[in-house]
């Protein structure tokens, strides 16, 4: 097998399902919000505020698109399905699937969004994000997912048997 990539909005549980479900596959674990983080020497949210949407957005396709490994499971941002040629990137290096949640769901889980590094316009609700960004990772996904009412052992579980069919 390649890799799994990981996509779905901010708050699904992308980087807690991915390390366990990396340790499970045995394969290594990379999040390419840390690997951002790691060549800007800045948090993301930090990177927005200073340089915009639009600056981060390039350093987000430029980082994904760097990504080259073998049996990794890749926890990306949830903004990544706004960087078309990563995505073709990942989709070429592995299994990218799109961990789905409610809009309910959602709102029980998340806070502030700006102070999670999430690339939000000014005015934009949780509920506009969601609709926004959904036909994308649908259109992405080459599996869905759908951890609604799952625990998040229940849904790595869910991953694994929909990536090893």
């Known amino acids: 097998m390649k890799n799994i990539i990981l996509i779905g909005m901010p708050g699904v549980g992308k980087s807690t399902i991915g390390v366990v479900l990396a340790k499970v596959m045995n394969f290594q ?48 941002g949830g903004s990544v399905v706004y960087c078309k040629n990563a995505m073709e990137h990942l989709k070429a290096i592995g299994t990218v699937v799109y961990l789905k949640l409610s809009l309910e769901e959602l709102s029980l889980r998340l806070g502030s969004l700006k102070g999670r590094g999430v690339t939000v316009r000014e005015g934009q609700t949780l509920k506009d994000l969601y609709e926004e960004r959904l036909p994308l990772y649908e259109g992405y996904a080459d599996i869905t ?7 998040l052992e229940e849904c790595m579980q869910k991953i694994l048997s929909l990536c090893t069919r």
Not at 145 to 151: E, H, R, S, V
């Open 145 to 151: 997912a759908d951890c609604n009412g799952l625990t």
């Open 29 to 76: 674990f990379l999040d390419s919000d840390l690997l951002i983080q790691r060549r800007e020497k800045k948090r993301l949210s930090d990177i927005i505020e200073e340089k915009g949407i639009e600056e981060f957005q390039r350093i987000e396709d430029e980082v994904n698109r760097s990504i080259e490994t073998e049996d990794a499971v890749i926890a990306t």
